[in-house]
């Protein structure tokens, strides 16, 4: 690569929302923005998380300087695991509270001593080979968030993470609008890459702190135990619930460990001051006055395993919910998490709690974390790109903010860009190349990272919807022939009557009766044809299509 | 049952959205209110509908004289074909539209022979047992829906089924406030069963007619093809469409089984006037300037064989999406089926599609069918119950409706019932009594109605979610003695390194030669004993717990 061409590479983020990942690249030095997770959709069976895949970077190893982050969220971290696995030895880098997150995941994963963790701090620009990075402090619905402003010897890259513009600084630490500013000075940036996740919503995301009054309310009217739940890494709401709970007299409970250690952490690191006092442990809850207490509980999205899952069915040995409590849901209901939410709400609501989620009826409960159109059209105004490229969204989000940046006349191009392609610039050009390796990566279980391939999942999809049948021979290794009756396994699927099975049997006998010796022998081929006599007389018998498995045991 | 009193037993409906079914009980005789279905939740893997166990109605086979439906849409009529089958010989009552759809289904269950349909007109009263029917019209997004009351010797029964009030009468049959009215005076109502599914919303649901000015707009404007998505049983929706297309003098084409069967049912019976030569087949979509057609397609909710799904990746004969076509979904998106949407529409979007659907910043593309609070606070001050009964929701919606009964002052009493609940009333009274059977039967194939049980669910949801591990033995029955080695076969279960399943084989040799040749005779205990070192082999070895299911095969 020659030295006046600089190539952005999206790795992950671009066509999804979740695994966010992209490359930058001069010369032999290659940065990694971000290095997230995404959650798996059902019908990847028994999947547990998915990362992207970074082929390219591993078959790039040694020009991989750095993996910088933008904040703590699982889409932008949570891949990091599996990441610094594959790559060793990379230097990460990322504000405090970020490293704080990223510690605990990689201790988790015993790679918290092999890694180097070096602190980013907002403003404060550094240097990482030709790259001098710029972090640059933005709002969103966590703290200690930055967009990266890359400077490269071609012009100026600005990654925004995550971001919105709430000119209500809920932290203390206000939105660097003076540092945009600067770039879009002189020409401005070469290229922007920008979140797109609100891309549909026109105005303004409202303030983090439009929340606080119908929070106020709703502490100050219950009459009850009030359990209030919200993500664990809503750090400005939960400073807001320590506040609230403090001004109506609640003691609280801190229940669910990822709230816990956001709360602490949170703590350690000044982004909540907790008044002397007001905590107490679960085992507490039950010696003060219902109307003395509140709840922080995690499980806004119903998952079957956490703490509000459990109390809804009375099955928490410190968070009970009496008749007359308040359950206050502070959060989105995330796509496809809808039945395990409604479910949980409907236990509550059978306990006689009054449950107040986001239905649209309640007011202003929860705000997103995300730039809307004119915060989106803020920041290209800022620092008037010469090229546009959305990131984060499905594809249709990513195209709808192309759209919007054409709409406002600044950059000269903008483009559309996925998971693997390649953007090779200069300073006054932007070629499409050859997209790199690029998908998703599939994993088991998040603790030991087995990548699970398609046909696994193919099984298990076939598996799940039609079950399975087992056809059984054991066949004499010496003699070639069958030694005793043909044996049946019906696992998952519901047989309609058992002479279905022994009909079975007989087919497969017949089966075998009408193959020759040399197909006997080849268990390739008589499992095959027992495969599909099977399949064709169960299918007609029961309209089903279970898998199956013909096994030959040699004895 | 003594005379004076009357019993109202919900089936179907009270707790969950869907498989409607109400039984009313009077002495020797009872009345089945609809006969609906539900669409399984994804966790019931592989199961295709669900339906309510009519145990009750079966074990009192003899007393069962009719089932009423108000409307034809899947969570009335769908359980239709399950519960003649068990039933045999029950007469179906319905109004003309209604059984113009109930016919098709019988017809494709082979159960239209065997069974007896009425025709119940609005307005006209009639005569079952002790019971005279009065079916009354009511507005809803589907034509031809009726509210039924039920005259009993100790007051009247009001079912409303499904209902908005649509004072705009979008298919020129007003809702009779006038019988409603009627009712209510002299004392009103015994008891009120009313829809919940909207309690949530307040103010009044919009006319049908609201989305005509933003679907003529887009019709207008809309330079190429425009395919056009609604349900298939929105018949005002498909009427509406047929007017814009003449007006705008657009070819129309129906694509998709569905649709093409309801605008077939409603062009019948006058619900919709086709203009003279504007229906194309979808063969000559291609004859036509894009700018010139129309195509009403199937699919608004994603579904992966859907006409619209298949469209969107290029896979369909007919439906071929061009860039610059516009794709307009008039409808929900309903809660489950995010994720299956939003691909397709991904899909569109690459396509180069403009695609419209209802993300709120598209004015009104779709209105909801049911009541909202002000609806249901109208009817409750028509017909005066004295006993309310929320109906169709979730258990949350049943108690926020029964909330909204009582702060009008009219009813006497609310009873929060769920499916099986039995309420006996008298003309001043009204009590629990003990609950019947009820519940969820679930269906692996519409078209061969298999009943599948919990343990063949759980095994599935097992064998998605970790896949399977097979050992298997072959045991001389004569000597007892294993004959050859233990094989195991995985499926749907990643082996993270072969290493493992030759280890496996030693743990079951081991399992094996510490079991007694008593142990070994009872293959019982082998199985579980061989299961329980083998599991704990497979879980200390790779994280994971696949299902794993001794087999013994005996030679």
Known sequence: MSLDKLQIIPLGGLGEFGMNCCAIRYGDHILVIDAGLMFPDEELLGVD????????????????????????????????????????????????????????????HKLLDDTEMLEMIPGEQFQIGPFRIQPIRVTHSLVDCVSLAIHTPVGTILHTGDFKVDLASPDGHPFDLQAFAELG???????????????????????????????????????KRLFFSCFSSSIHRLKLAFELAD??????????????????????????????????????????PPEKVCVLISGTQGEPMSALSRAAVDNHKHARIEPGDTVLLSSRIIPGNEKGIFRMIDH???????????????GIIHVSGHASQEELRLMINLV????????????????????????TGIPKQTF?????????????????????????????DGSTADVVDDLVIRDRRHL??????????????????????????????????????????????????????EEKGDYGVIKEKIRTDLKRYIQKNTSRRPLIMPVILEI
């Open 185 to 223: 000075r002189n020409g401005g940036v070469l290229a922007l890459l920008q979140d797109s996740t609100n891309v549909d919503r026109p105005g303004h995301t409202p303030s983090e702190l439009a929340v606080r009054p119908r929070l106020d309310e709703i502490f100050g009217r219950t009459k």
């Open 49 to 108: 998380i998915v990362v992207p895949d970074i082929g390219y970077l591993v078959e790039n190893r040694e020009q991989v300087k750095a993996i910088l982050l933008t904040h703590g969220h699982e889409d932008h971290i949570g891949g990091l695991p599996w990441i610094l696995t594959e790559l060793r030895d990379v230097p990460v880098y990322g504000t405090e509270f970020t490293l704080a997150y990223v510690e605990g995941k990689l201790e988790e």
């Open 384 to 407: 008037k790109p010469k090229y546009f490229i959305p990131v984060h969204g499905d594809y249709r989000h990513l195209k709808r903010h192309a759209e919007l940046a054409a709409s």
């Open 416 to 444: 559309l860009l996925e998971d693997g392609d390649v953007l090779e610039l200069t300073r006054d050009s932007a070629t499409r190349r050859d997209k790199v390796r690029a998908g998703r990566i599939l994993i088991d």
């Open 247 to 288: 001004k109506h007299d609640r003691k609280v409970a801190v229940i669910g460990r990822s709230l816990d250690n956001s709360t602490e952490i949170a703590t350690d690191l000044g982004y909540i001051d907790i008044p002397p006092g007001i905590l107490i442990n679960g085992g507490q809850i039950k010696d003060y």
């Open 464 to 517: 799940s919807e039609a079950g399975l049948l087992l056809p059984i021979l054991a066949i004499n290794k010496l003699t070639g022939l069958v030694e005793g009756a043909p044996e049946i396994i019906a696992r998952g699927f519901a047989v309609p009557d058992p002479s279905i099975l022994t009909e079975a049997r007989q087919v497969i006998a017949r089966t075998l009766d009408a193959s020759s010796n």
């Open 348 to 362: 509550l609501v059978r306990r006689d709690a009054n449950v107040i989620f986001d239905d649209g009826t309640q």
